[in-house]
């Protein structure tokens, strides 16, 4: 029923008002700025543990943004419920580590497929199922970058379910990293993997398998090849840089034909 609120983003169809479109960063602080950006006039509509949502108007069109907190199995839950609400285009927004040498920050990265590090997805469909992004999303995302001008690159993500260990670093609590994973960061370089995030592998995955529409674009504010802590100072530019990518990302698909 329209009324119906799903248990943990709090809300229901008629709260939606038939948005069929989601914007999903990791961050619930992305939340509001992204929505804003989109429409001054959007609104806030609910907050409950990670799953921060405001709902704004781009060229006539409802948009929610909602975000899905850290990783594979929170993103499950909101795709689970958002499309469940009858969001059918979901379109990942965050920040991201780069670890080829060549990619300059700030850099737009438009993912077109990710390494299925996740356990999540595993849920969802065995491990030899590919976690590829929609084409058409990809496509208008890719356009939106280009037309902006902005530094970008377009290729693979590895989606890892931890921040330390699966991304091969050492600067940690105990400074051991597993022997599955040492050396790993060395071999997705060779394998022209662009960089590292937390949520693509099982996003692609799950919308795939509901036949929904998934895509990525991240900003990388931390070269990999260079130093292992993000650098707060790209920050500011690259959250707006997301922003301008996935607004005109989001009108070239409105424009286009259903």
Same mark, same amino acid.
């Given at each position: ?125 065995? #491990?030899?199922?590919? @976690?590829? +992004? ?6 208008? %995302? =890719?356009? /939106?970058?280009?037309? *902006? ?71 990388? #504010?931390?070269?990999? @090849?260079? +130093? ?6 790209? %920050? =500011?530019? /690259?959250?707006?840089? *997301? ?16």
């Amino acid at each position: 029923m329209a009324h119906d609120v799903k248990y943990h983003v709090h809300l229901s169809q008629e709260m939606l008002e038939d948005a069929r479109v989601a914007i999903l960063p990791g961050d619930p602080g992305r939340v509001e700025k992204t929505a804003q950006f989109l429409d001054p006039d959007a609104r806030f509509l609910a907050s409950n543990r990670e799953f921060t949502s405001w709902l704004a108007t781009l060229d006539g069109r409802k948009v929610l943004v909602c975000s899905t907190g850290i990783g594979g199995p929170s993103v499950s839950i909101c795709v689970e419920e958002l499309a469940a609400l009858g969001v059918t285009c979901f379109i990942r927004i965050g920040t991201t580590g780069a670890i080829q040498a060549d990619i300059d920050l700030p850099c737009v990265i438009v993912t077109t497929g990710a390494v299925r590090l996740d356990g999540a997805s595993t849920h969802y469909a065995p #491990i030899e199922y590919p @976690a590829v +992004a929609d084409l058409e999303l990809t496509n208008a %995302l =890719v356009a /939106a970058v280009k037309e *902006l001008g902005l530094n970008h690159r377009v290729g693979i993500t590895a989606a890892c379910d931890t921040f330390y260990p699966g991304q091969e670093r050492y600067d940690t609590f105990s400074g051991y990293v597993p022997r599955r994973f040492q050396g790993s960061l060395d071999e997705w370089q060779h394998l022209k993997v662009l960089n590292y995030e937390m949520e693509s592998a099982t996003l692609f995955v799950i919308a795939s398998v509901f036949g929904l529409k998934a895509a990525m674009v991240a900003s990388a #504010i931390v070269s990999r @090849a260079r +130093a292992e802590t993000p650098d707060d100072a790209v %920050l =500011v530019e /690259a959250e707006l840089n *997301l922003a301008r990518v996935v607004k005109r990302a989001l009108q070239i698909h409105i424009a286009q034909p259903s």
